[in-house]
């Protein structure tokens, strides 16, 4: 199992370009289900998720070719015979339960896999099938599965109980071939959910209101291909920027809308760095002392939990105590053990870690738990005296394209190791 050794002190200089988004891109990828035609999208990122998402496609027998070296996906859905996301496939990525809208409005049946808990939290799919059954569906749980199925939908006005992000993935997608006008509210108002309803418009669907918390959605009787390029990852900018900061360094991270990371870079100028936001970059230069910031994760445009674990390793650095309060997900702090073994002062009292500042962080063996806690451990790890190791680096590979290598780029002494 590869493993990524670290020696740490480097601080973090030059220039880095973010690929794709990965969040957006999953559904985005899904959505070609949704019509018979050819589907083209561009800087789609070459990840493990990515890969996961094209092994489903492809059981459902729609034809792929990803060009990795290109960042190019085409996709063509003209021959789908099956209608089932199998157990084993949405355990490795549970995002796959957003292709049951996509399936279930355009073929009238589904059958997907419940995800069952991660490592973050138990993640209940619970507003994507209630939504669902408001268009017409009918669905039933039987051996761990989701069995759905329904003439045309119907258009309908359907509220969440919480923004969340995949429910309104689901419900938009499966809303584009309804009959009549659906209204969803309360939804997530994340980029990727706008990056998504410019897709599936490029694909003819009619929405409006993405971006805001009531999205309205006119169902066609089809939809047609498309082409359509996929938006710069907002959550690798920030991780990189992360990094940056915690090596002292000075970067600028291009590829990105810098309305998308505000919310991150608000926090980053408050621990003392100086942010410049360029067109489509940021540019980051450190301070020389660290100022202790308090966070609280929400949905957008508030703080990302996807950002949390990331920005508790500056925090680990940081003068003076900081609050981190994980609003998201139950079990969000996988990765505080891990920076405690490099020497960080940190408490968890229920949803909320309290840091305590130290002069620096020491090199350890370490474990990733989850894709946004392994990006954290990575941070620890470049900041650190001395050698550290992470151990089940797989996680990274779901969602930072070739991290080590960008990394490398910018003066970290990083390598990969078997
Ligand atoms: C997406 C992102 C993930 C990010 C999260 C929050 C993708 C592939 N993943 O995950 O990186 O951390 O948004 O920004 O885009 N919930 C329920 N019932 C449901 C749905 C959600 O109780 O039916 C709860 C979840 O358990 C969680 C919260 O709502 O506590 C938010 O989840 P949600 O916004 O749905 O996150 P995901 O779409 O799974």
């Not at 309803?197 to 409006?208: D, K, N, P, T």
């Not at 910031?293 to 650095?317: C, E, L, R, Y």
Request: hydrophobic letters at 40%; one cysteine or more.
């Amino acid at each position: 199992m590869d493993k990524i050794k670290i020696r740490g002190g480097n601080s973090l200089s030059g220039v880095v370009e973010v690929s794709g988004s990965k969040n957006a891109a999953l559904p985005i990828l899904f959505s070609s289900v949704l019509t018979d035609e050819l589907c083209v999208y561009k800087r789609v990122p070459d990840l493990q998720d990515i890969h996961s998402t094209l092994v489903l496609l492809k059981y459902l027998n729609i034809d792929c070719e990803f060009k990795s070296e290109q960042h190019e996906a085409q996709l063509k859905a003209n021959c789908v015979n099956k209608h089932e996301a199998p157990y084993d496939l949405v355990r490795k990525m549970r995002a796959s339960v957003v292709v049951l809208g996509p399936l279930l409005a355009k073929y009238g049946k589904a059958k997907v896999s419940l995800p069952g808990g991660c490592a973050i939290g138990a993640r209940p799919i619970n507003y994507h099938l209630s939504g669902l059954e408001k268009l017409g569906a009918k669905i039933q749980l039987e051996n761990g599965y989701v069995i759905a199925s329904c003439k045309r939908l119907r258009g309908t006005r359907v509220c969440l109980e919480f923004p969340s992000v995949g429910a309104t993935e689901n419900i938009m997608m499966a809303a584009t071939l309804a009959k009549g006008e659906t209204v969803i509210e309360n939804t997530a108002r994340e980029p990727e959910i706008s990056d998504l309803a410019c897709a599936l418009r490029a694909m003819g669907a009619q929405i409006e209101g993405d971006g805001t918390e009531r999205i309205f959605v006119q169902g066609q009787t089809s939809l047609h291909g498309c082409q359509y390029q996929i938006m710069g990852d907002r959550i690798e900018a920030g991780t990189y920027l992360a990094a940056a900061l915690a090596t002292k360094g000075c970067i600028e991270v291009t590829g990105i809308n810098t309305k998308h990371l505000e919310a991150v870079l608000k926090k980053l100028e408050k621990t003392g760095a100086q942010i410049e936001r360029k067109e489509n970059a940021v540019l980051l230069r450190s301070p020389k002392k660290l100022k202790s910031v308090n966070i609280v994760t929400s949905p957008f445009p508030g703080f990302p939990t996807d950002m949390q674990a990331q920005f508790m390793v500056i925090m680990a650095i940081a003068n003076g105590i900081s609050h981190i309060k994980e609003t998201i997900f139950e079990n969000r702090f996988m990765h505080v053990p891990e920076l405690i073994r490099l020497g960080a002062n940190i408490i968890i009292d229920g949803n909320m870690a309290i840091i305590h500042g130290v002069k620096n962080l020491i090199g350890a063996p370490l474990m990733a738990t989850d894709l946004r806690a392994s990006a954290s451990l990575i941070i620890g790890a470049l900041c650190a005296e001395g050698e550290s190791i992470v151990n089940r680096i797989y996680h990274l590979d779901r969602g930072y394209e070739k991290m080590e290598i960008k990394l490398r780029a910018l003066g970290a002494d990083i390598e990969r190791i078997l």
